[in-house]
Every structure is written in structure tokens, then in C-alpha cells.
């Protein structure tokens, strides 16, 4: 899942969703150090529940979806911080840029499914500055650079 929040117009927050994305990750609660996790979301599943607005966001002044199709992480580091916390560091592409940046993740548990596969997911919330990336429109009243994203993510062990 993934989710973003962001101010409009200085009257409320306006929340979307990728609609369309696949990654993989790789968890070693022994050695988190070894861990990784790659995801690529298609940015043309943009869905803020508005079809004017999502056009608007698909087009040049946002995503430029027809010239950056993906939204793109990869971590390059995992460092243990707490009991089930982690410092994630990658690098983030949006809109053809990309910027290291360091999530705060939760391991948030580990279960199984009714056929026996052994699961565990992961839970983060994190602000990114627009900016930084080329998306500048609408800068500084109308849509304020910061957007908090949502991102969680539940996998099966590979058998």
C-alpha cells in the first residue's frame, strides 16, 4: 500500500494512492543489515478519488507520467534502531530525479496465512519535499512542498 497526504489550498489535506505497484524485499531479523527491499509504483495509477484532479497529477505539472512512467525505491542500507525499528536508506526516484533519503520502518509482525505461508510486514510514515524532485507546481500556497507518505507491505517467505 501506498498513500500520501499532502495540504491544499491551506483548508485541508487532500490523500491519494498508488493504485499499481510491486517490489520484492528480503528480511534477515538475525543480521537486518543484509536486508533490502525494492519497490517500482507505475505512476499512472495515481488515484486521489477525484478524476479531474488525478489527470492534473498525471500530467507535466506533477508526475509527467508519459515521461517518468515509475516511482522508484531501492535501499542500500538497513541499521537496526529499536526492538522492531529500523532505519531504511535508499534511493528514491520521482519524476526522473533521485535523492538518498532514510525511512523510519516497523517490523510490524509475523503470522501465517490459511495455507501455511510464513508472512511479515513492514509499516512506514515518512515526509518528502516535493521540491526536491522538480514537482514544484502550485508552490508555495496552493500545494505546500511537503508529502507525508504512507507506505506498508506484507510478503510471503520465499519457499
Avoid at 512506514?124 to 508529502?147: H, Q, W
Amino acid at each position: 500500500t501506498a498513500i500520501f497526504k499532502v495540504k491544499h489550498m491551506g483548508a485541508s489535506y487532500t490523500y491519494g494512492r498508488f493504485n499499481d505497484l510491486a517490489g520484492t524485499f528480503r528480511f534477515d531479523a538475525a543480521k537486518p543489515e543484509a536486508s533490502s527491499v525494492e519497490v517500482t509504483i507505475q505512476a499512472e495509477s495515481i488515484d486521489t478519488h477525484n478524476e479531474m484532479r488525478d489527470r492534473h497529477l498525471r500530467g507535466p505539472d506533477f508526475f509527467d507520467t508519459k515521461e517518468n512512467p515509475t516511482l522508484h525505491f531501492k535501499s542500500s542500507a538497513w541499521t537496526k534502531t529499536g526492538d522492531h525499528t529500523y532505519d531504511v536508506t535508499g534511493e528514491l526516484t520521482l519524476r526522473g530525479k533521485s535523492k538518498t533519503i532514510t525511512v523510519p520502518v516497523e517490523h510490524v509482525g509475523d503470522g501465517k496465512d490459511p495455507r501455511g505461508n510464513e508472512l511479515t510486514g513492514f509499516h512506514t510514515t515518512f515526509t518528502i519535499d516535493r521540491s526536491e524532485f522538480g514537482i514544484n507546481y502550485g508552490l508555495p500556497d496552493a500545494v505546500p512542498s511537503k508529502v507525508e507518505i504512507i507506505f506498508a507491505v506484507e510478503g510471503a517467505k520465499k519457499k
